[in-house]
C-alpha cells in the first residue's frame, strides 16, 4: 500500500555567519533538499553542503534593503512542498529569533504542510561567546533579553525606558537586534532606566572573520556606532557581564594612545 504523500517544509537556521557553527541537523537537511529559499544573511559557505541538483532561490530578508516580500516566500514554499519537493528554508541565525518563523509556521501550517524547525546559534550568542563574555552570570546578569530594535510600520516599537528599569531591578542583559539605525533613540529611551556608566558592546559580523567590535558605556553609545562607522548586521548587548571585557580594552586603548 502506497503511503499517502505529505508536502513538508523544513525551517533551518543557518546560525550567525561562520559555517563551522552550523548543527549536524541542519546540514543533514540542506543535504536532502531539492529546493532552498536562502535569506541574504546567509554565509555562501553554508550552500556547500546542498545537493549540485538543488534549486537554491535567493530570498533576501535585510533591514534597510530591498526584500523578497514575506507574502511571496510563503507562496513559494507552499507550492514547492505540494510539488513533491523537498523544502527548506534557510535562514541566518534562528528561524524563530527574529527570523519570522513563527509567521512562516502559521502561514504553511494554514495551508495543510507540515513544519519542521531546525534551530541554529542566534547571532547574540555568537557575538558576546567571540568576546568570552556571558549571557548570563550568578553576579552580574539573572536573566536575558533578545529584543528588535527595529518594529514595523504602524507598531511604536519597545517602550526602552520600561525595558531599562526592569532591566536594571531584576539584573538583566539586554541584546539588541537590528538597533544601530535607531542607535540614538534607543539609547535615549534606555538612560531613563539604566545609568549612563552601564557597559556597551557593540558587534558587526558576529562569528565571521571580519567581525568587528567597540566598547562603550550607555552614555556614549549612540557616539561610539557614528564614529566607529558600526553598520549592520550588528548587536548591541547591554549589561555589567560587558564590564570586564569593557574595561581591558579601554586599558590597551590607554596603552596604545600612551606608547604613540
Same mark, same amino acid.
Given at each position: 500500500?502506497?503511503? !499517502?504523500?505529505?508536502?513538508?517544509?523544513?525551517?533551518?537556521?543557518?546560525?550567525?555567519?561562520?559555517?563551522?557553527?552550523?548543527?549536524?541537523?541542519?546540514?543533514?537537511? $540542506?543535504?536532502?533538499?531539492?529546493?532552498?529559499?536562502?535569506?541574504?544573511?546567509?554565509?555562501?559557505?553554508?550552500?556547500?553542503?546542498?545537493?549540485?541538483?538543488?534549486?537554491?532561490?535567493?530570498?533576501?530578508?535585510? @533591514?534597510?534593503?530591498?526584500?523578497? !516580500?514575506?507574502?511571496? $516566500?510563503?507562496?513559494?514554499?507552499?507550492?514547492?512542498?505540494?510539488?513533491?519537493?523537498?523544502?527548506?528554508?534557510?535562514?541566518?541565525?534562528?528561524?524563530? &529569533?527574529?527570523?519570522?518563523?513563527?509567521?512562516?509556521?502559521?502561514?504553511?501550517?494554514?495551508?495543510? &504542510?507540515?513544519?519542521?524547525?531546525?534551530?541554529? $546559534?542566534?547571532?547574540?550568542?555568537?557575538?558576546?561567546?567571540?568576546?568570552?563574555?556571558?549571557?548570563?552570570?550568578?553576579?552580574?546578569?539573572? %536573566?536575558?533579553?533578545?529584543?528588535?530594535?527595529?518594529?514595523?510600520? %504602524?507598531?511604536? +516599537?519597545?517602550?526602552?525606558?520600561?525595558?531599562?528599569?526592569?532591566?536594571?531591578?531584576?539584573?538583566?542583559?539586554?541584546?539588541?537586534? /537590528?538597533?544601530?539605525?535607531?542607535?540614538?533613540?534607543?539609547?535615549?529611551?534606555?538612560?531613563? +532606566?539604566?545609568?549612563?556608566?552601564?557597559?556597551?558592546? $557593540?558587534?558587526?559580523?558576529?562569528?565571521?572573520?571580519?567581525?568587528?567590535?567597540?566598547?562603550?558605556?550607555? @552614555?556614549?553609545?549612540?557616539?561610539?556606532?557614528?564614529?566607529?562607522?558600526? @553598520?549592520?548586521?550588528?548587536? /548591541?548587548?547591554?549589561?555589567?557581564? &560587558?564590564? %570586564?571585557?569593557?574595561?581591558?580594552?579601554?586599558?590597551?586603548?590607554?596603552?596604545?594612545?600612551?606608547?604613540?
Amino acid at each position: 500500500m502506497t503511503t !499517502p504523500f505529505a508536502p513538508t517544509v523544513t525551517l533551518v537556521g543557518a546560525g550567525p555567519g561562520d559555517p563551522e557553527l552550523l548543527t549536524l541537523k541542519a546540514v543533514k537537511a $540542506i543535504q536532502r533538499a531539492t529546493v532552498l529559499l536562502v535569506d541574504d544573511l546567509v554565509n555562501p559557505a553554508v550552500l556547500e553542503h546542498a545537493s549540485p541538483s538543488a534549486r537554491i532561490v535567493h530570498v533576501g530578508k535585510r @533591514g534597510g534593503c530591498k526584500s523578497t !516580500p514575506q507574502a511571496f $516566500i510563503e507562496k513559494l514554499m507552499v507550492m514547492a512542498a505540494r510539488e513533491g519537493e523537498a523544502v527548506v528554508r534557510l535562514k541566518g541565525g534562528d528561524p524563530f &529569533i527574529f527570523g519570522r518563523g513563527g509567521e512562516e509556521v502559521e502561514s504553511l501550517q494554514r495551508e495543510g &504542510i507540515a513544519v519542521q524547525v531546525i534551530n541554529g $546559534i542566534t547571532a547574540g550568542l555568537a557575538a558576546v561567546t567571540s568576546l568570552n563574555v556571558p549571557l548570563t552570570h550568578r553576579d552580574h546578569a539573572h %536573566g536575558v533579553v533578545f529584543v528588535t530594535g527595529h518594529a514595523k510600520p %504602524g507598531d511604536d +516599537g519597545t517602550d526602552w525606558a520600561a525595558l531599562a528599569t526592569t532591566a536594571k531591578d531584576a539584573k538583566l542583559t539586554l541584546v539588541i537586534y /537590528m538597533g544601530v539605525s535607531g542607535v540614538e533613540h534607543i539609547a535615549s529611551g534606555l538612560l531613563a +532606566g539604566l545609568p549612563t556608566s552601564t557597559p556597551v558592546a $557593540i558587534v558587526q559580523h558576529a562569528s565571521l572573520p571580519h567581525q568587528r567590535e567597540a566598547f562603550c558605556t550607555l @552614555g556614549d553609545l549612540a557616539h561610539t556606532v557614528r564614529e566607529q562607522g558600526m @553598520g549592520s548586521p550588528a548587536v /548591541m548587548v547591554v549589561g555589567d557581564v &560587558i564590564k %570586564g571585557v569593557a574595561a581591558a580594552s579601554h586599558k590597551t586603548a590607554q596603552q596604545a594612545r600612551q606608547a604613540a
